[in-house]
């Protein structure tokens, strides 16, 4: 390939992806039914016509978002456990994961944003691939939490799969009432983190 080819692939690839960060902005104010090409347009700095030579519809597009927010929340939230230092219990990587997904779905991530506040508007062929994401960011969870009960540090009559989706309910949930004006994201971080430790800590 050659190196005008290659700038142009370059070009076209970020293209794309402002395409994206502009849907992922708009769907995450607007919602599902109040999204619109034009303006997705408008917020990429792209003619409407131009979003069909990367996405083949409106749904292929919104699809994309949903995945994306899923997938980036899950790997994020991979990195920060892998990064726990060796003496944290696991009682400490749940904390830090329960930090981590709020931080990123309420502070860095439009696509996580959008991603959960829209679950339950697009159709539900959008939410395949979206879906199988979840499943395995659900997983990261369960493991998480068994290890904990294992350790000792959730009481043992706690039944996991039920603490583990309200907690992950709770805290999806947030992007709809949450306000920085009255309460800090740390303090809804502290009280989540606090919703662990003393609602199933041993």
């Given at each position: 390939?050659?190196?005008?080819?290659?700038?142009?692939?370059?070009?076209?690839?970020?293209?794309?992806?402002?395409?994206?960060?502009?849907?992922?902005?708009?769907?995450?104010r607007k919602g599902y039914a109040g999204t619109r090409l034009t303006d997705v347009a408008e917020a990429a700095g792209v003619q409407a016509p131009a979003i069909y030579y990367y996405f083949g519809s409106r749904d292929d597009l919104v699809e994309e978002v949903?995945?994306?927010?899923?997938?980036?929340?899950?790997?994020?939230?991979?990195?920060?456990?892998?990064?726990?230092?060796?003496?944290?219990?696991?009682?400490?990587?749940?904390?830090?994961?329960?930090?981590?997904?709020?931080?990123?779905?309420?502070?860095?991530?439009?696509?996580?944003?959008?991603?959960?506040?829209?679950?339950?508007?697009?159709?539900?062929?959008?939410?395949?691939?979206?879906?199988?994401?979840?499943?395995?960011?659900?997983?990261?969870?369960?493991?998480?939490?068994?290890?904990?009960?294992?350790?000792?540090?959730?009481?043992?009559?706690?039944?996991?799969?039920?603490?583990?989706?309200?907690?992950?309910?709770?805290?999806?949930?947030?992007?709809?009432?949450?306000?920085?004006?009255?309460?800090?994201?740390?303090?809804?971080?502290?009280?989540?983190?606090?919703?662990?430790?003393?609602?199933?800590?041993?």
């Open positions: 390939m050659s190196e005008g080819q290659d700038g142009a692939t370059a070009k076209s690839q970020r293209t794309r992806q402002r395409i994206l960060d502009a849907a992922a902005q708009v769907l995450s949903m995945w994306a927010g899923a997938h980036r929340v899950r790997v994020h939230v991979e990195e920060v456990i892998a990064a726990a230092a060796p003496s944290a219990t696991p009682m400490d990587r749940i904390l830090a994961a329960v930090d981590a997904h709020l931080r990123y779905e309420l502070q860095i991530s439009d696509y996580t944003t959008a991603s959960v506040r829209n679950a339950g508007q697009v159709p539900e062929h959008l939410r395949v691939r979206p879906a199988a994401e979840e499943a395995a960011y659900s997983r990261i969870w369960r493991d998480l939490f068994h290890a904990a009960q294992d350790a000792g540090e959730l009481r043992p009559e706690i039944d996991l799969n039920i603490f583990r989706l309200l907690l992950l309910g709770s805290m999806n949930w947030a992007v709809e009432w949450w306000n920085p004006r009255t309460r800090t994201l740390d303090e809804l971080v502290r009280a989540t983190q606090d919703m662990v430790r003393f609602g199933a800590g041993a």
